[in-house]
T-cell receptor
């Protein structure tokens, strides 16, 4: 069965701190995709990244970085030098190759960055 | 490029009333999704359209929910009659039919409160 677990319900940090959001997934498929979305107070989900299961290279985009480890079924997201504008709910999601359109979301982690 | 448009942004109704939500996907996107996001949870897929055909409606409560995408572009989601537990944000998303780009782009959602 597919499942995404985001154990951290809420995280609070002060601006400029680094913060890591955890994501653990379960799937029986060998081919799958992992995603991170950001949901700011305005409500829309903003796509951040998609990785496929064959690409375990870590990725960096500005202050954002992602660590994908198949051995621990984790796809963690780190924000370096956090800013107030990073305050949002962040969702990790999984889709399997047999149905790439079906996204299974975690319950989200609310990040609050204080000035 | 314009994003996914949804209206209304907010709706308050009493139980047993009916309500309809509208979605206009990103131009050229063949696939359209409706999700339900209950407070504190991740989005859950209700229905998926490919052009004007239904691909997956397995999680749509068909006794009260209906959706259509008559011309393969805009879509409406209707609830009749509404129940208290339908209070949620209803998100619309769209994606390209290119399987190599299975990224879903979301609208800002409609926040429904059923009193």
């Amino acid at each position: 069965a597919q499942k995404v677990t985001q154990a951290q319900t809420e995280i609070s940090v002060v601006e400029k701190e680094d913060v890591t959001l955890d994501c653990v997934y379960e799937t029986r498929d060998t081919t799958y995709y992992l995603f991170w979305y950001k949901q700011p107070p305005s409500g829309e989900l903003v796509f951040l990244i998609r990785r496929n299961s064959f690409d375990e290279q870590n990725e960096i985009s500005g202050r954002y970085s992602w660590n994908f480890q198949k051995s621990t079924s984790s796809f963690n997201f780190t924000i370096t030098a956090s800013q107030v504008v990073d305050s949002a709910v962040y969702f990790c999601a999984l889709s399997e190759a047999r149905n790439t359109d079906k996204l299974i979301f975690g319950t989200g982690t609310r990040l609050q960055v204080f000035p | 490029e314009a994003g996914v448009a949804q209206s209304p942004r907010y709706k308050i109704i009493e139980k047993r009333q009916s309500v309809a939500f509208w979605c206009n996907p990103i131009s050229g996107h063949a696939t359209l999704y409706w999700y339900q996001q209950i407070l504190g949870q991740g989005p859950k897929l209700l229905i998926q359209f490919q052009n004007n055909g239904v691909v997956d409606d397995s999680q749509l409560p068909k006794d009260r929910f209906s959706a259509e995408r008559l011309k393969g572009v805009d879509s409406t989601l209707k609830i009749q009659p509404a129940k208290l537990e339908d209070s949620a944000v209803y998100l619309c998303a769209s994606s390209s039919s290119d399987r190599a780009k299975n990224i879903q782009y979301f609208g800002a959602g409609t926040r429904l409160s059923v009193l």
